[in-house]
Structure formats: structure tokens, C-alpha cells
């Protein structure tokens, strides 16, 4: 299958514990986005990198939260001192940068805060 | 900025009945429009998408054309199965933001057999 894998698929944690996600997109795509998607909303815009560049962060990404995509492959957004309201699913999507705005969506993680 | 406005759900149609979930967006370039789609326990799909004025994307059995003068790209099918249930998403991407999605909150439909 090479279509974009996330993983772990379920996470729960304490708050106030670090989380970290890892995202693999599809192989040639160049371009990668977070997003987090709450209970009966569309997915929210977090960040998007092109190959290790990251270009544009949301005000939604607060400094607990940090992302990374070293070698421009696989991706970590990683949630430091969880507070409740980080319970969401966290969703990846990969692009080509040419032409690339049909974007293809990994199946999410969902994080649950206790 | 950017946004997309989608009916409110849930939708319930009885099998066989014609679909419409109405989305509207507005932009301040030209995007592109989509429609993803999102069955139960499962990833976002994309469903079928437009990139310019008056293109229509069609894909399984359901349409939707790129109305530039109304800001609408509204999501049809002649006749629905169960198998279609589903959440449904519109959703609006511009080169000018990198392309990063803007998406609508999201239509849940029901289709009784």
C-alpha cells in the first residue's frame, strides 16, 4: 500500500504527558500538512512543510506544539504537557508541489487526553 | 480569510431519492473545490474536485459544478444507496496559501433502506 500511513492510530495519554505522531506520506509527494479535526468538525489547517521547509504554521499551533520533517520523508508533530482540549483526531495529508492541491489523507490519529 | 459554508445535517433520504447538500465558499483568489467524503471509521477520501469556473467533478455517481457567480459548488446524486452514508465535506484549497485545505464542518447523511 503506498498511500499515507500515521501511526500510533489511537493514543491515550495523562494530561500533561508529551505525545508524539509520526506521519509517513506517499513516497514522491514533496509536500506534507497537519491537521486536527474535533468530534462533528471539518479537519482544521495546523501546518504544512515543503520537503524539510516548513512554510506556515496556524495560529492553532500553539508552542506546545512542534513539528518536524527532517529529511523531508517522514513527518513528528509532537504535543508537549497535553491539556484536555487536545483530544482530537490528528489527520496527515501529502501533495506534489506541482500542481499539487488535490491533497491524499492518512486514517488519523486519535488522541484522547484523560 | 478564506471559508466554506456547508448544510447543516444530519441528512436522511430513503434509498433511491435525490441528493443535495449545498456548500458555499469564499475566497479572495481562485481556488480549487473539492469534496471529500468520510464513511465510518475510516480517512477522509477525496470524492470529486473542480479547479476553475464551470468545471464539473464527477465521481460514483455524484456531481458538483464550480459556480464562480454564486461562490457555490453544491454536491448532487440522482439517486442514493445506503452504502453512500457517510460524512461529507466540502472544502476549498489557493495557491496563494500554499495550498492548505479550508474545509467545511461537515454533512452527515443517512440513506434507509
Known amino acids: 500500500d503506498t498511500g499515507v500511513s500515521q501511526n500510533p492510530r489511537h493514543k491515550i495519554t495523562k494530561r500533561g504527558q508529551n505525545v508524539t505522531f509520526r506521519c509517513d506520506p506517499i513516497?514522491?509527494?514533496?509536500?506534507l500538512y497537519w491537521y486536527r479535526q474535533t468530534l462533528g468538525q471539518g479537519p482544521e489547517f495546523l501546518t504544512y512543510?515543503?520537503?524539510?521547509?516548513?512554510?506556515?504554521k496556524s495560529r492553532l499551533l500553539s508552542d506546545r506544539f512542534s513539528a518536524e520533517r527532517p529529511k523531508g520523508s517522514f513527518s513528528t508533530l509532537e504535543i508537549q504537557r497535553t491539556e484536555q482540549g487536545d483530544s482530537a483526531m490528528y489527520l496527515c495529508?501529502?501533495?506534489?508541489?506541482?500542481?499539487?492541491?488535490?491533497?491524499?489523507f492518512g486514517p488519523g490519529t486519535r488522541l484522547t487526553v484523560l | 480569510g478564506d471559508s466554506v459554508t456547508q448544510m447543516e445535517g444530519p441528512v436522511t433520504l430513503s434509498e433511491e431519492a435525490f441528493l443535495t447538500i449545498n456548500c458555499t465558499y469564499t475566497?479572495?483568489?481562485?481556488?480549487?473545490l473539492f469534496w471529500y467524503v468520510q464513511y465510518p471509521g475510516e480517512g477522509l477520501q477525496l470524492l470529486l474536485k473542480?479547479?476553475?469556473?464551470?468545471d464539473k467533478g464527477s465521481n460514483k455517481g455524484f456531481e458538483a459544478t464550480y459556480r464562480k457567480e454564486t461562490t457555490s459548488f453544491h454536491l448532487e446524486k440522482g439517486s442514493v444507496q445506503v452504502s453512500d452514508s457517510a460524512v461529507y465535506f466540502c472544502?476549498?484549497?489557493?495557491?496563494?496559501?500554499?495550498?492548505?485545505?479550508?474545509f467545511g464542518a461537515g454533512t452527515r447523511l443517512f440513506v434507509k433502506a
Open positions: 473542480a479547479t476553475k469556473a464551470d
Open positions: 472544502a476549498l484549497s489557493d495557491r496563494t496559501g500554499g495550498f492548505k485545505t479550508i
Open positions: 513516497s514522491e509527494h514533496n509536500r
Open positions: 495529508a501529502s501533495s506534489l508541489a506541482q500542481g499539487g492541491d488535490t491533497q491524499y
Open positions: 475566497a479572495t483568489g481562485y481556488p480549487s
Open positions: 512543510f515543503q520537503n524539510e521547509a516548513q512554510l506556515e
